[in-house]
């Protein structure tokens, strides 16, 4: 799907670690990116356009064993972020997308609401650090675009109003997926999606009660092949917008089109 909106050629590479948190995943992610850079041909560099991370989960429950808070978390995927950009370049996306917990059928009231609210907290600060990358990126550029222009110093105001530590590598945040009818419709027919009912007037969205396939495996808290297709699909059409958006800038500050050109994630 990625591949046909982008109209490129791309290569997938999945890394795995059960249970991982962003910790483990640092720990454990990185020496195989280290090994597929080594592993590629020499006379062909390998280019990443993009580094999804799935994460956030397990974190939480570090969190209320070992006291982390939502600010920590923040750090780490920053600290993780920085590591994959020095392997593969400023210019490769980081992305850090929503968990979509609500899917979640495990947990009965009024734990259900406790689990989305903590859930929610950690997405959060994957979108802030996106939010506090875009703001630095976007000031780089029209520093750039002024001779002379004196660096801007960002602050980062949940931390006393210290110099901000987010560096100018690209680092997105993909939001959960809503279910609609035309979600649906990629995965039932057409007339099983009509008879959806909304979840309010003027809505498309769907309630999770009303589709006539689950999201979920039999332990009610990880997506089955439906969910993961439904999210995966969400995350490539994020994503694709991202990198589309990220050509046209690099060229209008170039001022340059190449008709070959080709994009790798």
């Not at 962003?22 to 390998?46: F, G, M, N, W, Y």
């Not at 650090?129 to 750039?144: C, D, F, G, P, V």
Request: proline letters at 5%; glycine letters at 6%; hydrophobic letters at 40%.
């Amino acid at each position: 799907m990625l591949a046909d909106t982008l109209n490129v050629d791309i290569e997938w590479v999945a890394f795995g670690k059960v249970g991982g948190n962003v910790q483990t995943l640092h720990e454990t992610l990185i020496p195989k990116v280290k090994d597929l850079v080594k592993a590629s041909d020499d006379s062909r560099p390998a280019k990443v356009d993009a580094v999804v991370v799935m994460c956030g989960l397990n974190d939480w429950k570090v969190a209320l064993l070992n006291g982390q808070t939502p600010t920590d978390f923040r750090k780490k995927l920053e600290s993780l972020a920085a590591v994959l950009h020095a392997e593969f370049g400023q210019d490769c996306h980081v992305v850090f997308p929503a968990i979509p917990v609500y899917w979640t059928t495990a947990f009965p009231q009024p734990m259900r609401a406790f689990v989305l609210k903590l859930c929610d907290v950690w997405d959060v600060q994957k979108e802030k650090l996106a939010a506090q990358s875009r703001l630095l990126r976007e000031r780089m550029r029209i520093q750039s675009l002024v001779p002379g222009r004196a660096a801007l110093e960002e602050t980062d105001p949940e931390d006393g109003g210290a110099a901000a530590s987010t560096p100018a590598g690209m680092i997105d945040f993909v939001t959960v997926p809503r279910i609609t009818a035309e979600t649906v419709r990629h995965r039932v027919s057409g007339i099983q999606a009509s008879m959806l009912s909304h979840e309010g007037p003027g809505d498309d969205e769907i309630a999770l009660s009303d589709l006539p396939f689950s999201l979920m495996a039999a332990d009610g808290v990880h997506p089955n092949e439906d969910g993961y297709h439904i999210w995966a699909d969400h995350i490539g059409n994020q994503l694709s917008t991202i990198l589309k958006c990220d050509h046209r800038l690099s060229v209008a500050d170039t001022g340059d089109l190449d008709d070959g050109e080709e994009k790798s994630v």
